[in-house]
């Protein structure tokens, strides 16, 4: 199976720059996915890394080393809107070349304040 | 709007009962997945279907069972109802080219949820 750890809880100041770990253990890896989600909505999408190194998107970026089983994501310039739960998500192979599975983190709720 | 279509939103029953959740998915998409959300604890995959086959299955309570149909909307059957079934059940959809694995990112697109309440 897989294993996914990040942490609870964080919190964060406006304006500041965070940085979200997630770490993993699988076989049959094909790709990380971060969701936001805030509270009783659905998942929405964020950032994909199947290579390793940075990928940026805006104020989001995420980075990915297989090696290590490791991924962050980095949120900059916060903004109260972006209090929510981020959600680390990896992608296996179940059939070689034919289906995968994306396994979900706990998520790590973060909290922006003033 | 993620263009994935879930009801009820909101359903409030008693143990033992069944209930049916009903998800359609975004225009071409092939694959459906289902997910159950409890109080504060993470997305907890169920089942998958590419194009009418089940493809993939998490932990799912043989309580449970889902089907997705010909036009490619998918129910989820819940039946002898627990306390602990109370939660939030997403469906999600991403683009099935070929065999149900995609070229793309294959980044899930997620409904809306249904709100389950078991009484």
């Known amino acids: 199976g897989q294993n996914i750890d990040q942490p609870t809880e964080m919190t964060a100041t406006e304006g500041a720059i965070v940085q979200i770990n997630c770490t993993y253990q699988?076989?049959?890896?094909?790709?990380l996915f971060w969701y936001q989600q805030h509270a009783g909505e659905a998942p929405t999408f964020l950032s994909y890394?199947?290579?390793?190194g940075l990928e940026e998107k805006g104020r989001f970026s995420s980075f990915l080393s297989r090696s290590k089983g490791y991924s962050y994501l980095l949120l900059k310039e916060l903004q109260m809107k972006d209090s929510a739960s981020y959600l680390c998500?990896?992608?296996?192979?179940?059939?070689?070349?034919?289906?995968?599975?994306?396994?979900f983190g706990t998520g790590t709720r973060l909290q922006v304040t003033l | 709007d993620s263009g994935v279509t879930q009801t009820p939103k909101h359903l409030i029953t008693a143990t033992g009962q069944r209930v049916t959740l009903r998800c359609s998915p975004r225009?071409?998409?092939?694959?459906v997945y289902w997910y159950q959300q409890s109080l504060d604890q993470g997305l907890q995959f169920l089942i998958q279907?590419?194009?009418?086959?089940?493809?993939a299955k998490g932990n799912i309570l043989e309580r449970f069972s889902a089907q997705q149909f010909p036009d490619l909307h998918s129910e989820l059957n819940l039946s002898s109802l627990e306390l602990g079934d109370s939660a939030l059940y997403f469906c999600?959809?991403?683009?099935?080219?070929?065999?149900?694995?995609?070229?793309?990112?294959?980044?899930?697109?997620f409904g809306e949820g249904s709100r389950l309440t078991v009484l």
């Open positions: 999600a959809s991403s683009v099935g080219r070929g065999q149900g694995y995609s070229a793309n990112t294959g980044e899930l697109f």
């Open positions: 699988t076989s049959g890896f094909n790709g």
């Open positions: 890394n199947v290579l390793d």
């Open positions: 998500a990896v992608r296996v192979r179940i059939m070689a070349g034919t289906a995968s599975k994306l396994t």
């Open positions: 225009s071409g998409d092939l694959s």
């Open positions: 279907y590419y194009n009418g086959e089940e493809r």
